[in-house]
């Protein structure tokens, strides 16, 4: 079945500093992918997404491309904020039928200290 | 724009109580989801529904039913709770009837303890 790899956490980062989460995953078809991202006391929210092969997602300063050839999608900031600290999951769904139902990473958590 | 709200946001349960997760959404999607979530596990999908009238399994369903009252709400029961069951569940929602990335909108969550 469809899985997802992320890298593990936590990370603690300095403001200003980059980031990379790292985000592998293994599907039998061509999904789209996602970053979500949760914030203390919330559900989850769309970050960004992206639907085929070299595509850019972004929002908020974060992006992540879809590298079909070694099946990645990192996400990346260049200057993270304190605003940041969250929990990130990346996601895949299938373009078939129940299309919504989305394979999830574990989750890294991200703490942003001043 | 309320988009998916769920009830009650904390629960305690003993075990072997019973007790109803509620959810509902008002962006007229067609498929509704329930998930939970435990520490370093990421999410597990519990049941869903695709459509009004119907409901399938996910990966983690023994232990719980589910009822798509309408195309509104999805709810999720808890017949006999077991501590194993303490989690944070969370419902969501999507419009999976167009073609393209089906984007999931996740309501705040219901924590959940079984003693």
């Known amino acids: 079945g469809d899985s997802v790899t992320q890298m593990e956490g936590p990370v603690t980062l300095s403001e200003e500093a980059f980031l990379t989460i790292n985000c592998t995953y293994t599907a039998t078809g061509y999904p789209s992918l996602f970053w979500y991202v949760q914030y203390p006391g919330e559900g989850l929210q769309l970050l960004l997404k992206?639907?085929?092969?070299?595509d850019k997602g972004s929002n908020k300063g974060f992006e992540a491309t879809y590298r079909k050839e070694t099946t990645s999608f990192h996400l990346e900031k260049g200057s993270v904020q304190v605003s940041d600290s969250a929990v990130y999951f990346c996601a895949l769904s299938d373009r078939g039928t129940n299309a919504g139902k989305s394979t999830f990473g574990d989750g890294t958590t991200l703490t942003v200290k001043p | 724009n309320a988009g998916v709200t769920q009830t009650p946001k904390f629960q305690v349960l003993k075990t072997g109580q019973s007790m109803t997760l509620q959810c509902a959404q008002d962006m007229n999607h067609n498929s509704m989801y329930w998930y939970r979530q435990d520490p370093g596990m990421g999410l597990r999908l519990i049941y869903y529904?695709?459509?009004?009238?119907?409901?399938d399994k996910g990966e983690v369903p023994n232990g719980y039913n589910v009822s798509r009252l309408n195309k509104r709400e999805f709810s999720l029961r808890l017949e006999s709770a077991a501590p194993s069951q303490t989690s944070v569940y969370f419902c969501?929602?999507?419009?999976?009837?167009?073609?393209?990335?089906?984007?999931?909108?996740f309501g705040a969550g219901s924590r959940l303890t079984v003693l």
């Open positions: 529904s695709a459509s009004e009238g119907t409901t």
């Open positions: 992206a639907t085929k092969a070299d």
């Open positions: 969501a929602s999507t419009d999976d009837r167009t073609s393209g990335a089906n984007v999931l909108t």
